[in-house]
């Protein structure tokens, strides 16, 4: 038995307060009957748990690497202002499967897509040190010293941020490797320097990459990426 905004959180890819928001709406069915208890604990092998309308529509593993274009939200439904969201890609409307690696708007890059309710929970715990890889172009250059200062790790007015790797690869061009995903992240880091990043894509999660992907394509992943995304959160 799991508790149900536990439960929702790891199968629609949103956070336990968000899942709270949905079932005091009245947005949530449990067996066919609206809940808003709660504490309520379901049986994820038994209990049918609908979500705005979207029940899982199989018991089966499915992972997927989306690579998410710039100018779309990493989201279900409606899009404010008519904003493109995950749903105008139909293979991902019909299944609406949890994601790991949320991106902003003005970011790309890659989506892991599973409904492997543990997977996803793992993969968004900064304790388990899966590796995030961007490639991050800026308006200028970082201050001399600022790559050694965000790999000791950076404490901001916003936030404080764990050890990563920070490197110049070109002009104005840098990799960045997280085993976080704080919000924006990325960005703060380079804001607290004076430096606005202009463009971010996240090429890697873990051992999944970007290959053989293009900006709105999708693809299942290898039995050998899934066998290893999963060792590595272990």
Request: glycine letters at 8%; aromatic letters at 8%; charged letters at 40%.
């Amino acid at each position: 038995m799991i508790r149900i905004n536990k439960y929702i959180a790891s199968r629609h890819g949103c956070s336990r307060r968000e899942a709270d928001r949905l079932i005091a709406a009245g947005k949530v069915r449990v067996n066919g009957e609206v809940t808003e208890e709660m504490g309520l604990q379901v049986d994820p092998d038994k209990d049918d748990v609908e979500v705005e309308g979207y029940k899982e529509v199989t018991k089966d593993k499915m992972y997927f690497a989306f690579y998410k274009p710039e100018g779309v939200l990493t989201a279900y439904g409606e899009g404010q202002g008519g904003k493109k969201t995950l749903d105008n890609w139909p293979r991902l409307a019909r299944y609406k499967l949890p994601y790991s690696g949320r991106l902003d708007y003005d970011s790309e890059g890659l989506i892991i897509l599973t409904n492997d309710g543990d997977l996803i929970l793992r993969l968004q715990r900064a304790e388990f040190k899966v590796e995030k890889e961007y490639h991050v172009t800026t308006t200028k250059e970082l201050p001399k010293g600022a790559e050694e200062e965000m790999r000791r790790g950076l404490k901001t007015e916003e936030a404080e941020y764990r050890p990563c790797r920070a490197k110049r690869t070109g002009e104005r061009r840098y990799r960045v490797v997280l085993t976080e995903g704080k919000k924006r992240q990325v960005r703060m880091m380079f804001r607290h320097f004076g430096v606005r990043v202009i463009s971010l894509k996240r090429v890697r999660i873990g051992p999944v990459d970007l290959e053989g992907l293009e900006p709105g394509k999708w693809r299942e992943l290898k039995d050998y990426e899934t066998e290893e995304l999963i060792r590595c959160t272990e």
